[in-house]
Every structure is written in C-alpha cells, then in structure tokens.
C-alpha cells in the first residue's frame, strides 16, 4: 500500500515568492493533516481537515497561509508571499479518522523549504 | 491543553533496554497517551499507543500508571537502528491539543 506522498522534497526560493505543496494521503483515510517542523523541535500543526472540511486552522497564518483540500482527497498548502522564517519542513500526514479515539496518523517524508 | 516534558537526550549502549519518561500532569480524563519515532528526514512513525496499565507491541511496550500523569516508552534490547527522536503524544485526535514537544533524541552506542 503506499503511504503519504508528498511533492516536492525541497523547494529553494527567494523571499516574497510563493510557493506550494502538495499531499496525496492514503487512500481511504478521510483526515489531513499539515504540519511545520523547525530544526531540532517537534512537528506543529498548522491546519486538520475533517474530509473536505478544514476542523482545526487555529494555528496557520492566514494572513500568507492557505490550504484546500478539494473533493476531500489531495490537499495543497500554499505561502504567499514567503518569508525568511517560513524556512522549514511541512509534513503531511493521514489517518482514517475513526471518531472517539486517536487515530495513528501516518506521515509523509516532507516537503523541506528554503526561503533565501 | 495536555502539554508533556521528556528528557532532551539519552544515550545507550546496543542491547540495552532503554526507558523514556514523559510526564504529561494535566492529561484529561478522555486523553489517550501515543508515542511515534522520526529518523531524520522522515516524517514521525507511529510506535505504540495506551490509555491506562500496559500496552506491548512487537517494538515496545507502554508502562502507564493509575494516576496517568506520566508514562514511560520501553524499547528492548536497542539496536543502532533505534537511533532517532522519541515523541510523547497526549490527546484526542478530535480536540484542539495535539501537541508532538521538542521530543527525546536516542542515541544508541556500538
């Protein structure tokens, strides 16, 4: 079965740019989720979707931050403009989303943002 | 929200057993305690997962005492390959608090 899939690996762009990811999670598993990772910390969640619904984007920027999960399957995070700090991996994991427990989420390897 | 402490680091030799605490004081009653592993470059992977008492799986086991204000991951007999950040997990998939912490970086010795 394939895992998390995530495009691209790295990404090098200069400030102000935009830029996006993308993740494809495994299929059948109806919750997304996004996630920063910063050197040597844990990953922090940015944003959780319940099938096409964003449940939980109480930590993402939205004011250069967004993401969509169209038709509740693939999911794309995009950053405009970017900016030095915003350097970092974006994971993006999946899970079948079973309500009244937690759910083991399955990662995928991170797309890792350099912002020059 | 279920915030947990765990050592920053520990080291160990191969073949060892190798206890990670992690103290989580505020668990709420309905929160369930999950431990994943990340190698660099990887995303986490899901290790082992418990409410109360103890989980075993072929990786681990999860000790959890009756007042559930800490737990301790049990890795048997370590190799060079466990090298890798342990992530002590308190919550509900559902609810506003998954929180992964800055983790505890393994090192196994030869």
């Known amino acids: 079965e394939a895992g998390v899939v995530q495009s691209p690996r790295y990404k090098i762009i200069e400030k102000k740019q935009p830029v996006a990811f993308w993740c494809n999670p495994i299929?059948?598993?109806?919750?997304l989720y996004w996630y920063l990772q910063n050197l040597g910390q844990g990953p922090e969640l940015l944003i959780r979707?319940?099938?096409?619904?964003?449940?939980?984007d109480s930590q993402l920027p939205k004011d250069r931050f967004s993401a969509e999960r169209l038709k509740g399957v693939d999911s794309t995070l995009k950053i405009q403009p970017a900016e030095l700090g915003d350097s970092a991996v974006y994971l993006c994991?999946?899970?079948?989303?079973?309500?009244?427990?937690?759910?083991?989420?399955?990662f995928g390897p991170g797309t890792r943002l350099t912002v020059l | 929200l279920a915030k947990t402490t765990q050592p920053i680091s520990m080291d160990s030799y191969e073949g060892q057993e190798v206890n990670i605490t992690c103290s989580h004081n505020?668990?709420?009653?309905?929160?369930?305690i999950t431990w994943y592993q990340q190698f660099p470059s990887q995303g986490p992977r899901f290790i082992i997962q418990?409410?109360?008492t103890k989980v075993t799986n072929e990786v681990a086991s999860l000790f959890i005492p009756a007042d559930r204000k800490s737990s301790t991951l049990s890795l048997p007999r370590v190799s060079l390959s466990d090298t890798a950040v342990y992530y002590c997990?308190?919550?509900?998939?559902?609810?506003?608090?998954?929180?992964f912490g800055t983790g505890t970086r393994l090192t196994v010795i030869p």
């Open positions: 299929s059948g598993h109806n919750t």
């Open positions: 418990g409410y109360k």
């Open positions: 979707y319940e099938n096409e619904e964003a449940v939980d």
């Open positions: 994991a999946s899970s079948l989303g079973t309500s009244g427990r937690v759910d083991e989420q399955f």
């Open positions: 997990l308190v919550g509900l998939t559902g609810a506003n608090n998954l929180f």
């Open positions: 505020n668990i709420a009653t309905n929160d369930y």
